[in-house]
């Protein structure tokens, strides 16, 4: 109750005399900042909702209108063609106006009702420029004529200092390919990783579900494009996240880590208050839109910023048949949440969906066990101040990297909260992480928060000699709170029952980060190759090198190029990629594996175009899947294509804001990126992430109980298939006796 006494702002008592009022001061001090704050945001959530609404016009715009239509009438000339008098004789004001009030008050009305058509002919025109994607299909280094021309055009439509959310009226929606298209890009795609028998069985049910059920599934899907800003991301959402009943825990979470070679601070508590002030600054800009939107390099083309909405105060909810987010709470300050170690409360969101909200439903519904529950999910992310050091680092530094990333993917298995939208882990020594939820956004909206908490947190913000925070400490802040909790019998024993759910799939997770520090971008450009290809590529080699086989390959590309859009997969193990390794590995010539790897990089290139630009495979048959089962219709083809096992799960993790680092000067800040568990018990889950022009760093994944997976030893192979691409494309050194000798020869000629 000393809360509560602490939060009144006044009390009175009645005595002899009368009554006593006794005013806190300090407590209507904080009752009036409060206040204050909550109308600036209104303000300028107010501000901000104005000034998108009318993009790529500008509010100040409308009194140019205004101006030039007033000045135009004082000429005698009516720009309005009769308009202006035709609304003069609706006016509903009567004789209470003189003529010439009437007459401004009908062009102002005029000039409104023109501005409002020139924003929506303007955002018209942008969304239809930025329908076309032919620069992309362009060979690299090289503009065409229309491409200049419509870049030119897509910077005259797109106004002037745009917001975080200024382009979304202007997006296109995402199209839907035609279901033949579709059936024989997927047949493409399947034909190395089948037999002939195979192949054919698959051909006649594409067939068929091309010509009978495709149709009708693709005519109620259209209908969907045409009603939703995106056909996909709904469905995405719901029946791959939150339908999902396994844990989130190492299924559905990733993580991000420090810089490699530095720690700021050795100091925990220090490294957690830069840490968290970064993260508040960033939650500041983004609630006033001051995020520059994401765009496409060189062309400045933006993407959609959908995904922004719900990095802070975001929450799953299980359920017991699905899940659901809870979104923008209460905005309170971050609380430090605490445990009670024997209870180790935790550990229920690390377990399968089912049994946590079976045991929340039962156990944190009502009293203060809800209280507390309410406080952590409606916070604006989670804390964990861990005991334990990690960083690359000691006499082991690589299998300490190893282990760091471990403890970032899920922790002691009771100290993190896996529902919250992301949680900052900082670590005794002063290294710190991240491990988000994926439900909410993928993987690149993240990365852009954390880039810009590292740099400011390093740069920015900055620490003493001593190691300690800058600047003077506020004595007015109000101590932390405890969270308390009322845990019977019956919820311990299921914590201990799930405790050990989760300590088993966490030791189940066989995890290694390699940094490639021999070379990186600046080698692969010289092979005129696309860096991606060339790793997706060499990952390829590696798998074959490793299992003596192909396997079915996911790589995660973007669709933020249209409204609301998400991820595409870009299947990267193709006939083009196969018939090159097998070259290689069969040891026939350079010249002849040189020309099949530069046929299977551009092949996989136009892929992954094709994916960026909605003519992908995966999420068009995942989307009549789903109508499928709505219409209670059966597909033996949709059904086929959707249990195929993506044993090699791939994603490249962009480094977006480039500016923010000086690779050059200060090479030791470089960032490790981060990474993902495996997917499937028997499969592989890589990331990686190119720093510079001299690093690459990789992140490998599978699980201990499988007997054919090793993370370490495939990474090895990556590496070495690196190298020897890297090898076979690098032009040829003469060789020194062979120029001596013809040397020799030529000089006995001029004798």
Request: aromatic share 10%; hydrophobic share 35%; proline share 5%.
């Amino acid at each position: 109750m000393a809360e509560a006494h602490q939060a009144v702002a006044f009390q009175f008592t009645i005595t002899p005399e009368g009554i006593d009022l006794q005013l806190s001061h300090q407590a209507l001090r904080q009752v009036y900042l409060s206040g204050l704050r909550s109308w600036k945001k209104r303000v300028t959530r107010l501000k901000n909702n104005v000034i998108t609404g009318v993009y790529p016009a500008s509010p100040s715009s409308w009194l140019f209108v205004v101006i030039a239509i007033l000045a135009t009438m004082y000429t005698r000339s009516d720009p309005s063609m009769g308009l202006i008098a035709k609304i003069q004789e609706h006016l509903p004001v009567g004789d209470s106006l003189s003529i010439q009030c009437r007459t401004v008050v009908s062009a102002v009305l005029f000039s409104t009702l023109l501005w409002f058509s020139l924003i929506f002919t303007m955002r018209l025109c942008l969304k239809q420029l930025l329908s076309y994607h032919g620069w992309m299909f362009e060979q690299h280094g090289k503009v065409s004529n229309t491409t200049k021309i419509w870049a030119a055009m897509v910077r005259i439509f797109s106004g002037r200092q745009p917001l975080l959310y200024s382009y979304q009226g202007s997006l296109p929606n995402l199209p839907v390919p035609a279901v033949k298209d579709t059936v024989k890009r997927y047949l493409e795609s399947a034909r190395p990783l089948m037999s002939d028998s195979e192949y054919e069985r698959m051909t006649t049910l594409a067939k068929e579900f091309e010509s009978s059920l495709g149709n009708r599934l693709q005519w109620y899907l259209k209908l969907k494009a045409m009603w939703a800003s995106n056909y996909v991301s709904d469905w995405w959402e719901e029946y791959v996240y939150l339908r999902g009943r396994g844990p989130i825990m190492v299924n559905s979470n990733y993580y991000g880590m420090d810089f490699l070679y530095v720690t700021p601070t050795p100091i925990q508590a220090a490294r957690a208050g830069n840490t968290l002030h970064a993260c508040l600054l960033y939650r500041r800009k983004l609630n006033r839109e001051e995020i520059k939107p994401s765009r496409v390099p060189v062309l400045n083309v933006p993407l959609c910023a959908a995904q922004c909405e719900r990095i802070f105060n975001t929450t799953r909810i299980p359920g017991e048949e699905t899940g659901k987010a809870r979104i923008r709470g209460v905005l309170i300050v971050l609380k430090e949440v605490s445990y009670v170690h024997p209870e180790c409360i935790c550990v229920l969101n690390f377990i399968p969906r089912i049994p946590w909200a079976q045991a929340r439903k039962e156990f944190f519904s009502s009293g203060v066990n809800k209280r507390s529950l309410d406080c952590i999910e409606k916070a604006a992310f989670f804390v964990t101040l861990d005991d334990d050091e990690q960083g690359m680092r000691g006499d082991d530094p690589a299998g300490n990297l190893d282990r760091y990333a471990k403890s970032l993917l899920h922790g002691k298995c009771y100290d993190r909260w896996f529902d919250k939208s992301f949680t900052v882990v900082v670590y005794k020594n002063g290294k710190n992480g991240l491990s988000a939820e994926h439900s909410w956004a993928d993987a690149p909206i993240m990365a852009h928060v954390w880039e810009y908490v590292m740099t400011t947190d390093s740069f920015q913000l900055g620490y003493t000699e001593e190691g300690h925070c800058k600047g003077d400490v506020a004595s007015s802040l109000p101590p932390p709170t405890r969270l308390t909790w009322d845990i019977p019998a019956e919820c311990q024993e299921r914590i201990e029952r799930s405790l050990a759910v989760a300590q088993a799939l966490a030791d189940d997770v066989d995890f290694h980060v390699l940094p490639i520090q021999e070379f990186g971008k600046g080698a692969i450009k010289k092979c005129k190759i696309s860096p991606d290809a060339f790793i997706q590529i060499a990952l390829q080699l590696a798998y074959y090198r490793n299992r003596g086989t192909f396997s079915l390959t996911y790589e995660a590309s973007m669709t933020r190029l249209f409204r609301e859009g998400r991820t595409e997969t870009v299947r990267s193990c193709t006939s083009e990629s196969c018939a090159f390794i097998r070259a290689l590995e069969g040891g026939e010539s350079k010249e002849a594996c040189r020309h099949l790897f530069r046929t299977a990089a551009e092949k996989h290139q136009h892929l992954y175009r094709m994916a960026m630009t909605g003519g992908g495979i995966d999420r068009h048959l995942f989307c009549l899947y789903i109508v499928s089962k709505y219409l209670g219709e059966e597909s033996p083809f949709l059904n086929k294509v959707l249990s195929e096992t993506w044993r090699l799960s791939t994603s490249q993790t962009p480094l977006q804001q480039v500016e923010l680092f000086d690779f050059v000067n200060h090479p030791e800040y470089t960032t490790c990126g981060g990474g993902f568990g495996p997917v499937a018990d028997d499969g592989y889950g890589v990331s990686y992430i190119i720093i510079g022009e001299n690093m690459i760093n990789l992140h490998i994944s599978c699980k201990h109980s499988c007997p054919q997976t090793d993370s370490h030893k495939f990474g090895a192979d990556i590496k070495k298939a690196l190298e020897d691409l890297l090898e076979l494309m690098s032009p040829e050194k003469p060789d020194p006796s062979k120029a001596e000798l013809n040397h020799s020869k030529k000089s006995k000629k001029d004798l």
